[in-house]
């Protein structure tokens, strides 16, 4: 190998190395902020306004270098659209699962601690009887908010717009408000192990929000590509 290949190669893996700390940055912080505003409920009624101003804040930093994915979903949706290298997909997933994983422990063991923990105690989420509810609640909003990134952040037709972060955070908004209180309003896979490890949901349920989630986001980028 010549020294310019060596370059490029190491090029390359720094790019990536980049590009897999935005995406846990960014979505460390959404899974902060649902923890600790919507969990624990330090925000109260607020809490999708602040789950959104914090999707919306890290969309715009984290775009122009990874994509600002921040969900496994939208990385998968976003490989079967084309825009993006299958080799990203399970490292790009990873970090976000791991982002996830970290910031609900930071969520639960360093911030809402103590007196705070016991004035805000968590309520566990009982999917019992609402099973249907749950997975078409999960399936039609990820498939809403795939289908919305899709079409503003990844179509040539709306290349360069400035409203693609908003329009993201706004459907993540409108699916908070509208079945926060049936499926807890996740339409993503880190969000949905931070809720697991935070302990809002028992373990055995996570299969309630992955598998509609998935099958959203696919649903979502089929028809994408169909349109185009």
């Known amino acids: 190998m010549d020294v ?7 090029s390359d893996e720094s790019d990536m190395n980049v590009k897999l700390i935005t995406e846990f940055i960014g979505t460390y912080f959404l899974c902060l902020t649902i923890c600790v505003a919507g969990v624990f409920g330090l925000s109260g009624q607020n809490a999708p306004f602040a789950i959104a101003g914090t999707l919306m804040v890290m969309i715009y930093a984290g775009a122009h270098i990874s994509g600002a994915h921040y969900n ?13 290298e299958k080799s990203e997909v399970v490292p790009y997933a990873l970090s976000q699962l791991a982002a996830g994983l ?3 422990l930071i969520a639960a063991n360093l911030i809402v601690t103590g007196s705070i923990s016991e004035d805000y105690p968590i309520e566990m989420f009982e999917p019992s009887g609402m099973e249907t509810s749950i997975i078409v609640s999960e399936i039609l909003f990820t498939f809403a908010l795939v289908f919305v990134i899709l079409n503003v952040a990844t179509s040539e037709s709306n290349e360069g717009n400035g409203y693609y972060g908003a329009a993201i955070a706004l459907v993540v908004l409108a699916g908070a408000l509208t079945v926060g209180s049936i499926s807890l309003a996740s339409f993503n896979p880190a969000v949905s192990l931070s809720l697991v490890v935070v302990g809002k949901m028992a373990a055995a349920d996570l299969w309630l929000h992955l598998v509609p989630q998935l099958l959203g986001a696919g649903a979502a980028s089929l028809v994408f590509k169909w349109n185009i």
Not at 5 to 10: A, N
Not at 72 to 84: D, L
């Open 102 to 104: 970290i910031a609900a």
């Open 4 to 10: 310019l290949s060596t370059f490029y190669l190491m």
């Open 72 to 84: 496994p979903a939208v990385t998968i949706s976003i490989w079967i659209r084309g825009a993006c």
